[in-house]
């Protein structure tokens, strides 16, 4: 700016932004990050989407029966937001560590190509990634334990559900507010699909740099103006 740059300034939903003023304001600004995810400068565009069927589509839990048979549950809200990226045009495709009948019928039931019995998940997905003519800047990956950190820290988005493994966690672009098999991948797909996520943000900068300075709008200087005078009026109350 200072050696003849251009400047200019982008309004952004409330969801995407804290005012800083207190040290409270930190906590709010992480339970923020925490909540929408934080996706960098560059908008993600996902063309794929891969998870982890154990602790993601699945809870994690195996229940057996009298008889020796293994009982397992998800979320029908998690299979309704596959269905949902899947109309959107995204792939959807599954790893698993181990394999069993449950996760052949979930992935027959959502169409998807299944990998069972994966050692190296990064490797899979990197086949998947070239077969289907992509970059990992297009993948959205979902794990939830130590397994996955390979594939969290490569993809273009990445998600975990909030009982995932701390390490997890520090790398995820997203974190859900729900648990794995209890709704966490349908938020992901809504985060996924959400409209006026950052690739908006990345739209709107643009058309602002193309035109020049624009002057914010009648509600939002309003909403400013009312949010100063309860500063200055909080101040004088001191």
């Known amino acids: 700016l200072m050696q003849g740059g251009k400047m200019a300034y982008l309004v952004m939903d409330p969801e995407y932004g804290v005012d800083i003023d207190t040290d409270l304001d930190w906590e709010?600004?992480?339970?923020r990050l925490f909540r929408f995810g934080y996706h960098g400068r560059t908008p993600k565009t996902v063309k794929l989407v891969?998870?982890?069927i154990d602790g993601t589509l699945l809870d994690g839990q195996v229940q057996v029966s009298p008889t020796g048979e293994e009982l397992r549950s998800f979320k029908?809200?998690?299979?309704v937001g596959v269905q949902q990226l899947q109309e959107h045009g995204i792939e959807f495709r599954v790893v698993a560590e181990g394999d069993s009948e449950i996760q052949r019928a979930l992935a027959t039931k959502l169409s998807a190509k299944l990998e069972e019995n994966c050692?190296?998940?990064l490797t899979v997905i990197d086949a998947w990634r070239q077969?289907?003519?992509?970059?990992w800047k297009d993948i959205g990956y979902m794990g939830y334990d130590i397994s996955d950190s390979s594939c969290i820290k490569k993809a273009g988005m990445s998600a975990c559900p909030s009982d995932a493994y701390a390490e997890i966690q520090k790398h995820s672009?997203?974190?859900s507010t729900y648990r794995g098999g209890q709704g966490a991948l349908r938020e992901f797909c809504e985060q996924i699909l959400k409209d006026g996520n950052m690739?908006?943000?990345a739209e709107a900068a643009e058309r602002t740099t193309d035109?020049?300075?624009k002057q914010p709008s009648a509600q939002v200087t309003e909403s400013r103006t009312r949010r100063r005078s309860r500063k200055e009026s909080a101040s004088s109350d001191l």
């Open 28 to 31: 709010i600004a992480e339970q």
């Open 50 to 52: 891969v998870v982890n």
């Open 76 to 79: 029908t809200t998690d299979i």
């Open 119 to 121: 050692t190296d998940k």
């Open 131 to 135: 077969e289907l003519g992509l970059e």
């Open 173 to 175: 672009h997203f974190i």
């Open 199 to 201: 690739a908006t943000y």
């Open 211 to 213: 035109t020049g300075l």
